[in-house]
């Protein structure tokens, strides 16, 4: 893992007063005033910044990343850096802890990943109904036993490191006469029968988050799930990621919001300058797990918030049950309520998987504008192409049509296009602006563009495209690049932002 960049202002090093972790590459500065822009992942303040240290600092800074001893004296431009920083706080008598402890979960690059549903093995002794539902879920019904025995584990081991620690979330669903255990052994590395660590969680304890942790050294985990009882159980997911402890997922700061079947949506919030607009950013289709655009919406300076989701293979077009699609919305409302912003000072954006959701929570928020590449609208349509335009391209795409549109023929494809442009239809769009580059010959939504000018029929609405040769995944540079431009255009055209990048 690369070392943990940490930076140190004050009138001491602290290598001379505090034990620093191996990790970290620590770099003191008793004067800072010269940055190349790349973000720390830790700043610590040991003194009151001066005057041409400010914007230096908050180039340099992430938010939830700013940590300040209490000796430091508060002006109104350092409570504004804090303000924009999220700072902290930490007594003196309390940073050797932090340092030893805490500083580890700041590393620079977030993992996360689910576990092959096709590695997932059945114990031989089930005597039950099994079936499989797509690459979504495996359904188990029958009698488990009366005491608690493996019924199912995963063939791939994954590696943890000394002193790492793993989350790890089960995505399941049983009947109330079934109980379960999640099982997880660690053997040592080069060993192929070495225990050196071991943890079994009960359904209390799976309700959250698990960690587990590598305290007695390297060696990859061994997952499996143990049953008894009689009645059905539905195996999902298994997802493991590296933990960050309490500071957050996936980054420091990043929020994990659950509904009651296990579905989990992650939110990031960086309050930037707390000035409009508010710029939303919907990770678009990805195996591994976490927050996509970060560098990208950080450059920009404006307040901004990343949305991301973990479900089927990718991602599942950030659709889902009414309780789901209202936890979302409530999401994008939350932040706005925290800055005290208007819809019209909101900008909602995504690419490909991400420009279902940016159009489909717009619906709910109205916002200034909207900004896609390669959107994808006709849910149903892009599954439908699978079978013939796209064979074995994208078949993540049949279990959204399963799971969403009810079914695998004509008609679960018509009610998951409808889903979409009924909603859509019902808007009044007069205040928005929708950008979008698009792909002449896409194989995954033909027709989007034109759908959205045919649908597009608010008075006052404003639509600006731009297409582009290729497939839906050629020429992703072209796209990207048109969709940073534009961005900045709106915010320096609409809210005089020509500070952007």
């Not at 949506?265 to 950013?281: E, H, M, Q, T």
């Not at 990343?306 to 919305?329: D, H, N, T």
């Not at 889903?419 to 239809?425: E, G, S």
């Not at 609405?461 to 839906?472: C, E, F, N, T």
Request: aromatic residues 12%.
């Amino acid at each position: 893992m690369d070392k943990i960049r940490v930076l140190q202002l004050g009138t001491e090093d602290w290598n001379n007063r505090y034990v620093i972790p191996k990790e970290a590459e620590w770099i003191y500065a008793r004067h800072f005033k010269e940055t190349d822009g790349n973000p720390y992942d830790a700043v610590f303040i040991g003194r009151q910044p001066m005057e041409d240290e400010y914007e230096p600092l908050r180039q340099v800074t992430k938010a939830y990343t700013l940590f300040l001893t209490e000796n430091v004296e508060f002006t109104d431009r350092l409570r504004e850096l804090c303000g924009c920083c999220y700072g902290k706080i930490i007594p003196e008598e309390q940073m050797q802890k932090f340092l030893s402890q805490e500083l580890r979960f700041y590393f620079p690059a977030s993992y996360g990943e689910k576990y092959n549903l096709k590695n997932l093995e059945l114990a031989q002794s089930f005597r039950g109904t099994v079936w499989w539902d797509g690459n979504y879920a495996v359904n188990l019904e029958g009698d488990f036993g009366s005491e608690m025995k493996q019924i199912a584990f995963w063939r791939n081991n994954i590696p943890v490191r000394k002193n790492q620690m793993i989350d790890l979330w089960l995505e399941y669903q049983k009947d109330a006469n079934v109980e379960i255990e999640l099982e997880i052994t660690q053997l040592q590395s080069g060993s192929l029968s070495k225990v050196i660590n071991h943890w079994r969680f009960d359904e209390t304890q799976l309700e959250q988050v698990v960690h587990i942790e590598g305290n007695h050294g390297d060696g990859p985990i061994f997952a499996s799930i143990s049953a008894k009882g009689e009645g059905k159980l539905r195996i999902i997911a298994l997802h493991d990621r590296y933990s960050r402890g309490s500071h957050g997922h996936f980054l420091p700061g990043g929020v994990r919001y659950v509904t009651s079947k296990r579905e989990e949506i992650f939110a990031y919030f960086d309050p930037g300058d707390r000035k409009p607009p508010l710029n939303v950013y919907f990770s678009g289709y990805k195996t591994m797990e976490g927050f996509e655009g970060y560098n990208m919406m950080r450059k920009m300076g404006c307040p901004f918030l990343l949305i991301s989701e973990a479900r089927l293979e990718g991602g599942s077009f950030y659709l889902g049950s009414a309780e789901y699609e209202k936890l979302l919305a409530d999401i994008l409302k939350k932040y706005m309520k925290k800055l005290n912003f208007s819809s019209e000072q909101v900008i909602l954006s995504g690419l490909s998987m991400g420009s279902t959701a940016a159009v489909y929570y717009g619906c709910d928020i109205r916002p200034h504008a909207i900004i896609l590449g390669k959107p994808l609208a006709s849910i149903g349509n892009v599954s439908a192409n699978e079978q013939y335009l796209r064979p074995g391209g994208f078949p993540t795409s049949l279990d959204v049509l399963q799971r969403e549109g009810g079914g695998m023929d004509d008609d679960a494809v018509r009610r998951l296009n409808e889903r979409f442009w009924d909603k859509f239809d019902s808007c009044d769009w007069g205040r928005t602006k929708f950008i979008i580059a698009y792909m002449l010959e896409d194989d995954y939504d033909t027709d989007a563009y034109d759908m959205f000018l045919t649908h597009l029929q608010s008075d006052g609405a404003q639509i600006y495209g731009k297409g582009i040769h290729g497939r839906h995944n050629d020429n992703t540079q072209e796209i990207v690049r048109w969709f940073v431009n534009q961005y900045h255009m709106v915010l320096e055209n609409d809210y005089n932002r020509k500070d952007t990048e």
